[in-house]
């Protein structure tokens, strides 16, 4: 029998990361050594009373049934969390939990659109926010996200018969990849673009707590009117260190939030009973060490950014999330050129920025998550190799 994939997979394709994977490999066997800054996931340990937390549930053999349901104490933390953490009131039945906000938004087109919507997505654009959209059956429309404007979406470009058709819009401060942070008046162009055309705002807000230089990192829902009009995901990934526990939340308008779980309804039981637990511990437990992460974060960015600098390579200071987005070196033709000479030359794998989109094409990200020494150990392994010189 001829085994045929359904056809909204071809679709995806996973192209650059299975070369940069293969390549490591590649380059491991041949005894070099490789300094992995492509991947997001976080170095630093989850705290001691969050382990303990889901240890101790886990240790019960009762806590392995079907959850069926968000914990009424969980829901209680996110909305005491809120409270405490950006002053903003929401109810119970404002909050859904997801098994990973990667989870959440991909399933998110199936819960809010129909034929003929279209989903409103950035580019460069983290790929989950096409896919879903995409699985979700909506037409794409991509804003572009460009350097000489910061990185911000100009509302009054997008064409009107596009927002006429939109179902919802994409926004994420700060932003991965392109590491900017939301200018003051874009949450509220963005509520008023949202009631004038009638468009659901969904914010990813998965990095408030990694954020530079003194700034604020907040939510889209503390501003007048978001919840009328939009929901954020709000994950405990980053901030927490939890990323394998798949941790997440849906939190806003009532109606966003009751598609989503009359959806997940009919493919999920919940989320395992030890990981809420771990929730509940890591939203009522003490945050000094969410904050000093955050500085540990930021010392790591002017290691790797003023380093490239001193080196000759013209990187600016991320100003959020836990990477740097890089303007490539002028003499390379695409960021897949560079990305490939650079691993062949010095062992460092970055993540090409057209992975993120057309618009991310002569970029590179990099994963802060080396610490500040082996930081400085690549800065001069990449001078060494002189492959900024040539």
Request: net charge negative.
């Amino acid at each position: 029998m001829e085994m045929k994939q359904a056809q909204r997979l071809s679709h995806f394709k996973t192209g650059i990361f299975a070369d940069l994977n293969e390549k490591q490999l590649e380059l491991a066997r041949a005894g070099k050594k490789v300094y992995n800054l492509s991947v997001g996931t976080p170095d630093f340990e989850p705290a001691p009373h969050i382990v303990e937390a889901v240890s101790r549930e886990a240790a019960d053999p009762k806590k392995y049934v079907y959850s069926l349901r968000d914990l009424p104490e969980m829901l209680e933390a996110v909305q005491a969390y809120y409270k405490k953490r950006f002053g903003v009131d929401v109810e119970l039945d404002e909050i859904t939990s997801v098994n990973g906000t990667q989870e959440g938004m991909g399933h998110l087109g199936l819960a809010l659109t129909s034929p003929g919507d279209v989903a409103i997505l950035p580019n460069p654009g983290y790929p989950i926010f096409e896919a879903g959209a995409y699985l979700g059956g909506a037409e794409l429309y991509f804003y572009p996200l460009v350097r000489d404007n910061n990185f911000q979406p100009d509302f009054d470009a997008i064409p009107e018969e596009v927002a006429k058709r939109a179902k919802f819009m994409v926004l994420s401060y700060p932003y991965n990849p392109v590491c900017a942070v939301a200018e003051p008046g874009l949450y509220e162009k963005a509520i008023a673009f949202a009631k004038k055309h009638d468009v659901i705002i969904i914010h990813d807000n998965a990095y408030s707590d990694i954020i530079y230089d003194g700034a604020y990192g907040g939510s889209f829902l503390e501003h007048e009117g978001a919840k009328e009009v939009g929901a954020e995901f709000f994950s405990l990934s980053k901030s927490f260190n939890v990323t394998g526990a798949r941790i997440s939340f849906l939190v806003g308008n009532r109606k966003i939030i009751d598609a989503l779980k009359l959806l997940r309804t009919q493919y999920d039981f919940g989320m395992f009973l030890p990981a809420q637990y771990g929730a509940i511990a890591a939203l009522t437990g003490p945050l000094d060490m969410v904050k000093e992460q955050c500085m540990e974060y930021q010392k790591r960015r002017d290691a790797l950014c003023g380093g490239l600098r001193k080196i000759g390579w013209n990187v600016p200071d991320a100003k959020g999330t836990m990477f740097t987005w890089a303007p490539i070196p002028p003499r390379f033709s695409s960021s897949r050129e560079f990305c490939m000479a650079l691993m062949e030359q010095t062992g460092v794998v970055c993540t090409p920025g057209d992975a993120f989109g057309s618009l991310g094409e002569g970029y590179v990200r990099f994963a802060l998550t080396k610490t500040v020494e082996e930081i400085q150990e690549v800065i001069d392994v990449i001078d060494q190799s002189g492959i900024l010189k040539e």
